[in-house]
């Protein structure tokens, strides 16, 4: 399953910039390149989006959540690194999920476009030592309700406040692995 812009879209769950979930990220798209994937890292900033239900608006009416869409629709494989807020995933990112599962113009109910048989991989780092994993099981939740397949791989880095070496890359060897394996799982899952 090739995609027009990208085999792979990278997103963190947050909007810090420079974010622990962002250097994650940003170690996940330095592996899919030197796995020669084409990649493609959005941030959620970029995407200001109003709250979800707060106001009678249809995505058609709200270009950042059809553009975001858009790029989730474009790209065979998603990555996200998604931060812990009590035990959950972000508010921003449970507000952009469900935005992008509205249907658009001329979209059936229930299609779930942007998520539906898409790949899907989870990773989260935190500076707790339990590494963002409670909020990962909540995502997978709400992603396969969404009917996106999650691949069983997941990774979350505990202390990760000092996980990172001097180029930003994961100084463990294996959970430099572990997220070599989830990436080649997810792009597995894509083309499959």
């Given at each position: ?9 990278l997103m963190?769950g947050?909007?810090?910039s ?28 970029d995407?200001?989006?109003p ?16 553009a ?5 629709r474009s790209?065979?494989g ?13 508010a ?30 989870l990773?989260?780092a935190s500076?707790?030592?339990?590494g ?22 997941q990774l979350?880095?505990p202390?990760?406040h ?5 180029r930003?890359?994961?100084?463990d ?13 997810v ?6």
């Amino acid at each position: 399953m090739a995609a027009a812009r990208g085999d792979l879209l990278l997103m963190a769950g947050g909007i810090r910039s420079g974010s622990l979930n962002e250097r994650l990220i940003g170690c996940a798209a330095d592996i899919a390149n030197d796995l020669g994937l084409r990649t493609t890292r959005l941030s959620l900033s970029d995407y200001p989006l109003p709250l979800f239900g707060a106001e009678a608006l249809t995505i058609d009416e709200v270009p950042e959540a059809l553009a975001l869409k858009a790029m989730f629709r474009s790209h065979g494989g998603v990555i996200l690194a998604s931060p812990e807020h009590n035990g959950s995933v972000t508010a921003m990112l449970k507000n952009a999920i469900d935005w992008m599962s509205c249907p658009s113009r001329g979209e059936a109910p229930q299609t779930y476009g942007a998520f539906r048989r898409k790949a899907f991989g989870l990773v989260s780092a935190s500076s707790s030592p339990f590494g963002g994993l409670r909020g990962l099981s909540q995502l997978r939740h709400i992603l396969t309700t969404v009917q996106a397949l999650v691949v069983p791989e997941q990774l979350s880095v505990p202390h990760a406040h000092r996980a990172f070496d001097a180029r930003g890359r994961l100084a463990d060897p294996m959970l430099a692995g572990l997220l070599a394996d989830l990436v080649r799982s997810v792009m597995e899952v894509a083309r499959a």
